[in-house]
């Protein structure tokens, strides 16, 4: 089989480019090595940038978005006791962001490939790259007993952190960047109205928790937990109390708990891969980075990548104009710097490190007298918040 451009990964990076590239006559495959029913039961981002709901909208698969999803003007942040909003409207120049998960936007996605009969492989399994560094590269995968063979241009890593795709480029042709953080984070859904219309992010001597939703009927809530806790090891009671434990008494008395319809403990990580591109092999999205989900910059980060990679194709094989293509790497790796940046500092101003000084918690607590006292540092967290442009 012959394809201009072959994707791997069916996350929403894969299949948003892929959708894009369709719209305008470019021919894809899609190479997802999991079935559709289990991509759409992860539950991840909740929190979409203005630049990520424009693209939904470029790929022809906002109408869901723009109807069901919310808009959010602010957040709060909840510390030492005080609960104090962040307006992102007022300090981003009128921007805000879109409450949709991530669950519906890459059902979304699935649909609209359907729809226009794109080609996405589901269980695709043993995908591997061949002969990336020259200009005939593939891809080869099995289904059943049975290979078979992509010949394409150019394949795109877009399968996450564990992909194949980073890890078929040799070891030193690449730097990687990475911190492990000392805790995880706790995630329940339930089937009850949110505590709150806008997100709360907490910080409490016990660890980080966070209040989020995914409409006025499901909320996801999270507690920063050690890395040694398992799932089993919370009952749905023990959330629930250690979650109002770590909210001002206000909130926790208007929680309102049920049993969960989804548990799960995420690590926490940072990580970036130089460059994101080795001959005709691209990378995008998680497969590339990774950011801790504090300031929820991860599948928005991936939107930047998609973006980028989408206008280059365009104008390689549109105007014969390859100058996107060889400047992919700098330019989104510009970008995604900033998103690392940022939400490192979101993680370490809200989360309890076990092995931090004294000296440590008091510029914590410093942190928040300055950037509520401050129009300047409000400007910049919401400006980072409501996504950098691109
Ligand atoms: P994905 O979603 O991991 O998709 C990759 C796909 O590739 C497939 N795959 C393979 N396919 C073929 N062959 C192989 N060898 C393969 N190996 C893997 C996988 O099955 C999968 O379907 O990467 P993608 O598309 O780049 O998307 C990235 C996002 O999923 C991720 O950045 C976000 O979920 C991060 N994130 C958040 N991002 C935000 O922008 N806002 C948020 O509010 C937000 N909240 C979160 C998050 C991530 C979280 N977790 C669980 C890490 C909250 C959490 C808790
Ligand atoms: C979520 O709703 O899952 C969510 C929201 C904001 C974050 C991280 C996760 O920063």
């Known amino acids: 089989m012959k394809v201009q451009v072959c994707i791997i990964g069916g996350g929403p990076s894969g299949l948003m480019l892929s959708q894009l590239l369709h719209l305008q006559g470019i021919d894809t495959i899609i190479l997802e090595k999991s079935s559709r029913d289990y991509v759409l039961s992860r539950i991840r981002a909740g929190v979409l940038e203005h630049g990520f709901a424009e693209l939904m909208r470029e790929a022809q698969c906002g109408e869901r978005m723009d109807r069901e999803g919310e808009i959010h003007h602010g957040f709060y942040i909840a510390h030492d006791g005080k ?3 962040v307006d992102l409207h007022k300090y981003s120049g009128g921007n805000s962001v ?4 991530q669950t519906e936007l890459t059902r979304d996605l699935y649909e609209a490939r359907d729809k226009l009969g794109g080609k996405v492989v589901h269980n695709a399994a043993d995908v591997t790259p061949h002969d990336i560094a020259s200009d005939k590269p593939y891809v080869t995968y099995r289904s059943g007993d049975e290979v078979i063979r992509v010949d394409c241009d150019y394949i795109i890593g877009a399968d996450g952190f564990h992909g194949v795709s980073r890890k078929s480029i040799p070891q030193d042709k690449i730097k990687e960047y990475e911190r492990v953080y000392p805790f995880g984070w706790l995630g329940v859904l339930s089937r009850t109205k949110p505590v ?11 660890g980080f928790a966070l209040c989020s939703l995914r409409s006025q009927v499901l909320s996801r809530y999270y507690v920063q937990v050690p890395l040694t806790d398992k799932v089993e090891d919370w009952s749905d009671d023990a959330f629930w109390e250690e979650l109002k434990r770590r909210l001002p008494e206000e909130i926790a008395a208007k929680l309102i708990t049920g049993p969960s319809i989804e548990k799960s403990i995420a690590p926490l990580r940072s990580f970036v891969c130089e460059p994101m591109r080795y001959g005709r092999l691209f990378l995008a999205g998680d497969a590339a980075h990774i ?12 939107a930047s990548d998609i973006y980028y990679l989408y206008h280059a194709l365009l104008d390689h094989y549109k105007k014969g104009d390859d100058t996107g293509i060889d400047g992919y790497s700098q330019r989104a790796l510009a970008r995604i710097w900033k998103a690392q940046r940022f939400s490192w500092w979101m993680t370490t101003l809200l ?4 092995d931090r000084l004294p000296y440590e ?5 410093t942190e928040f007298e300055y950037l509520f006292s401050s129009d300047a540092a409000q400007r910049s967290l919401a400006e980072n918040y409501v996504g950098l442009p691109f």
């Not at 709150?196 to 016990?206: G, T």
């Open 291 to 302: 950011v801790p989900p504090t300031g929820a910059r991860g599948l928005n980060s991936a």
């Open 83 to 85: 609960l104090d909003r």
């Open 351 to 354: 989360h309890r490190f076990p």
């Open 98 to 101: 879109m409450v949709y998960g």
């Open 196 to 206: 709150s219309p806008e997100l709360i992010y907490a910080k409490h001597e016990r």
């Open 361 to 365: 918690d008091r510029l914590q607590d």
